[in-house]
């Protein structure tokens, strides 16, 4: 089972993207494990207690007599034990939205060792069984055990069908996310400390000049630009090139790139509607095969992946502010649509490989983002009405005229929100 990191600073309570099965998600998991591991408990404890309180009988014949009894009695104390300790996991995990164990040690936990159980329940209750039948015409009253047992047994048994049960829910939970890819191995080396390698896709642009900039501040990365220059350019990154932690690549993100990183900021596409209408096909590309791309290098090397989206992945939103449960209301045929439809399929590809691969993924979606660098002849509105003060010329203002936008500065953007978000297990919330 991938779950959420640990909540270390609790204090996160905003509504987020998140790369992880939702903390919801894991709640109502975890909650349904809770009953089946309450009903294993109660079944068995009850058969086991049926046997052990028995005391009718004056005939000098007892359940204990019989190894097959003694059995059934022995197999569901200790699943009555074990299952008392996996409660109390799990209210644990419930009230701390984690997992007690590591991944792969937790989807044991979870699922694997009910098979064992739900075994050793089966073939003492089945033994059992076989012993009562054979009782059966022997038993009389003054054998009331005989009876008791066949409750014990029955009790067993659906002390057996719970853990089955439970098992058999671990389908969907599976499918819910894989164990993300193995980071190299130097990741791990106690004697070879690493620089972190990060590739930023789309790094000579407007936002992703500035994310370089955040990102060489810490010593310990090393930056690698990958960009095709279509809307970025060499000058946003000029005082870096030469730099002995910096690397920059003419290359397009429609093609493999073959790098070794630790992790990837995917932002290469051009985001203003006069850029990415020019070429739709080569933006629905960028933004499809470019992605794929991406997830297959994440995947290849264990690499964590963010993917700048945008609010347009809202299209004509009907209802304000946009929330992240709300789905949108996208044209797919519009003359925008190869933006807005090209970063749905990306969010897409995203969790799907998330979910198939277990890349771990984290996904922005950005909104109007303006400030140093951007281009004068961008198209966007706040460079638009800055260009048309500084000519002394009215304003534009494009109908109908009552759009509304959340503005955010390039650097808060940058700082606050991108350059820490594949660093720890946080989610986040972009506007
Ligand atoms: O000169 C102008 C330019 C734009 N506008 C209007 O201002 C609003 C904002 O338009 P912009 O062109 O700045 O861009 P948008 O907000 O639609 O999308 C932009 O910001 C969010 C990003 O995720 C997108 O990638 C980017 O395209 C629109 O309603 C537009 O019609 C004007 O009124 N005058």
Not at 80 to 98: D, H, K, P, Q
Request: net charge positive.
């Amino acid at each position: 089972m991938r779950s959420p990191q640990p909540h270390r600073s609790g204090g996160d309570t905003q509504q987020h993207f998140q790369s992880t099965v939702s903390v919801q998600k894991l709640k109502r998991f975890n909650s349904l494990i809770l009953v089946f591991r309450f009903a294993a408990f109660c079944f068995s404890l009850a058969s086991a207690v049926f046997m052990l309180t028995n005391s009718r009988g004056s005939d000098s014949l007892h359940w204990y007599n019989f190894d097959a009894f003694r059995y059934v009695v022995a197999a569901n104390a200790i699943v009555a034990i074990y299952s008392l300790f996996e409660m109390a996991a799990s209210v644990w995990e419930i009230s701390r939205n984690a997992t007690l164990f590591p991944e792969i040690c937790q989807v044991w936990f979870d699922f694997g060792h009910d098979q064992v159980f739900a075994y050793l329940l089966l073939s003492a209750n089945t033994a059992g069984t076989e012993l009562a039948r054979t009782l059966k015409d022997t038993c009389t009253d003054n054998k009331a055990f005989c009876v008791q047992s066949d409750i014990a047994i029955v009790l067993g048994f659906a002390g057996n069908w719970t853990r089955m049960s439970k098992e058999a829910s671990n389908g969907d939970h599976n499918s819910a996310a894989k164990a993300p890819p193995t980071p190299s191995p130097l990741r791990f080396s106690k004697f070879f400390q690493s620089n972190m390698r990060i590739l930023i896709t789309g790094g000579a642009g407007f936002i992703g000049s500035h994310l370089v900039d955040r990102l060489m501040e810490n010593e310990k990365n090393e930056v690698i630009v990958a960009d095709n220059y279509f809307t970025g350019s060499k000058d946003n990154l000029k005082k870096w090139i030469g730099h002995p932690r910096f690397e920059l690549i003419r290359h397009d993100v429609t093609e493999p790139l073959l790098v070794e990183v630790d992790q990837i900021y995917h932002l290469a596409c051009p985001a203003s509607p006069i850029f990415y209408k020019y070429n739709p096909v080569k933006t629905i590309k960028t933004n499809v095969i470019g992605t794929l791309n991406m997830l297959g290098l994440a995947k290849r090397v264990g690499a964590r992946i963010l993917l700048t989206s945008t609010s347009e992945v809202y299209g004509d939103p009907l209802i304000h502010p946009q929330n992240e449960s709300y789905w949108g209301n996208v044209n797919p045929i519009g003359v925008r649509s190869c933006y807005d439809e090209g970063k749905r399929v990306a969010e897409t590809l995203m969790f799907d490989y998330h979910r198939q691969h277990g890349i771990e993924i984290r996904i922005a979606r950005i909104f109007n983002t303006y400030g140093p660098r951007m281009n004068i002849d961008d198209g966007r509105v706040v460079s638009n009405f800055i260009a048309q003060a500084i000519r002394n010329e009215p304003l534009t203002v494009q109908a109908p005229g009552t759009q509304t936008r959340s503005f955010c500065y390039v650097s808060d953007m940058v700082s606050k929100k991108l350059s820490g978000a594949l660093n720890d297990g946080r989610r986040f919330k972009l506007s």
